[in-house]
T-cell receptor, first 110, second 114 residues
Framework: QQPVQSPQAVILREGEDAVINCSSSKALYSVHWYRQKHGEAPVFLMILLKGGEQKGHEKISASFNEKKQQSSLYLTASQLSYSGTYFCGTDWAGSYQLTFGKGTKLSVIP | NAGVTQTPKFRVLKTGQSMTLLCAQDMNHEYMYWYRQDPGMGLRLIHYSVGEGTTAKGEVPDGYNVSRLKKQNFLLGLESAAPSQTSVYFC?????????????FGPGTRLTVT
């Protein structure tokens, strides 16, 4: 079952913050976050494992709420380079297969 | 290191034609995957492999076949192409170590079936 991402799209001005959510109806083993720029391949950002550990990557961080089966990606002080589509990928059984959400398109404008 | 490479980058097929997409990785990764990406649908897993000589079906396997004869290569075949298979195809690989298994993606193949 495909995880649900929200919002579907968001427009930010440089320096603003954003939160992207990823929800699953099934118990999760791990959640991956990827960013894809137009016409390019998805690029790995971070992985969240069971236990609610928060990970960070520059000014991008994420959390994993095991009780809610939800992960959130936090982008702070956004830069133009953050523009792209963000995908979460969920792994339910530790099988290393990922099911991706439909993506959240983030546009950062000057 | 080249990472993950895909051949070809673009292809146009007529309905009923066949073709093979090649994915190669030089990172000694055990796991390899084929995805298709359609507008508004995200990435959907077609087939995957957990090691040389093994393959398994993903979410949308119908109309595709795969083979992994060598650890570094993963082939995706379309025996009789259909317009519904028009898509961007991405290959990915991962090295399962500890609790990390991030996937590294190739640049993609844009396939159009007319």
């Amino acid at each position: 079952q495909q995880p649900v991402q929200s919002p579907q799209a968001v427009i930010l001005r440089e320096g603003e913050d954003a939160v992207i959510n990823c929800s699953s109806s099934k118990a999760l083993y791990s959640v991956h976050w990827y960013r894809q720029k137009h016409g390019e391949a998805p690029v790995f950002l971070m992985i969240l494992l069971k236990g609610g550990e928060q990970k960070g990557h520059e000014k991008i961080s994420a959390s994993f709420n095991e009780k809610k089966q939800q992960s959130s990606l936090y982008l702070t002080a956004s830069q133009l380079s953050y523009s792209g589509t963000y995908f979460c990928g969920t792994d339910w059984a530790g099988s290393y297969q990922l099911t991706f959400g439909k993506g959240t398109k983030l546009s950062v404008i000057p | 290191n080249a990472g993950v490479t895909q051949t070809p980058k673009f292809r146009v097929l007529k309905t009923g034609q066949s073709m093979t997409l090649l994915c190669a990785q030089d990172m000694n990764h055990e796991y390899m995957y084929w995805y298709r990406q359609d507008p508004g649908m995200g990435l959907r897993l077609i087939h995957y492999s957990v090691g040389e000589g093994t393959t398994a079906k993903g979410e949308v396997p119908d109309g595709y076949n795969v083979s992994r004869l060598k650890k570094q290569n993963f082939l995706l075949g379309l025996e009789s192409a259909a317009p519904s298979q028009t898509s961007v195809y991405f290959c990915a690989s991962s090295y399962v170590r500890g609790q990390g298994h991030e996937q590294y993606f190739g640049p993609g193949t844009r396939l159009t079936v007319t």
